[in-house]
């Protein structure tokens, strides 16, 4: 098992309650989905998990390769290989790709030399299409959609976290740099150690994809599970059978 979320609830340091009694199990090798209908709190459970202090857990636990992480601050987690994805990156003027590059693997779970660090960055470039150019340019800034999304996978696949979560990373996007999303996933998956979270409602991605559970998050309630035919279903009928399901229960 790589990451089990066991009864699971989580509160707005307000106290509103977001997430309800959630269970959910990522075995290595696996790629999940998280679907469900705006302000459901995917966003909400892919920060918690990486212990966002705007949330609190109210009930449970979240252990990850079978060690008790619920009480572990962000720094921690991420150290332990758990990455988020983030829906806007931030745009950071005067600190260039590669130094940024660097010195995220160098604080991540597996440092790497300087001459592993090279070699795979390069087969990264590769697998990416992108240039070398690319790394000296100051993080994110001036850089389009595509551009954004080809950074994002090359940070992903030089962290090579243990659990990726991206959330809603594919919205907006033009065919290239969907194809590019898809291809740095694809590279991501060949690790069967690892395993993924994927919040999207992209048909153009989750189709292409290998996935193995999709879960619907409804009003904080993961209501339905399955294979990917909870994707079809969706796509054709939208969320109105399971928003039915869940009532005004909470
Ligand atoms: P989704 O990503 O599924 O669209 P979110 O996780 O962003 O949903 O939000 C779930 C619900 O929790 C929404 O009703 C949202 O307004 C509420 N919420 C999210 N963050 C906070 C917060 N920090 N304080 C209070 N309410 C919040
Ligand atoms: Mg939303
Ligand atoms: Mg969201």
Redesign the pocket.
Known sequence: KLLEVNNYSVA???D?A?LKNLNLTINKGETHVLM?P????????GSSLLANP??KTTHGHILFEDEDITALATDKRAKKGIFLSFQNPVEIPGISLYSFLRSAVKNSAVPLTNKQFREKLNSILTILDLKKEYLERDLNVGFSGGERKKVEMLQLLMLSPQLAILDETDSGLDVDAVNIMLKGINEFQQDKEKGMLIISHNMHILNKLNIDKVHI?VKGNIIAEGGSELINEINEHGFSRFEIQVGDKN
Request: no cysteine.
């Open positions: 707005s340091t307000d509103i977001i469900g705006n302000g459901a709190g995917k966003s909400t459970f705007a949330y998050l």
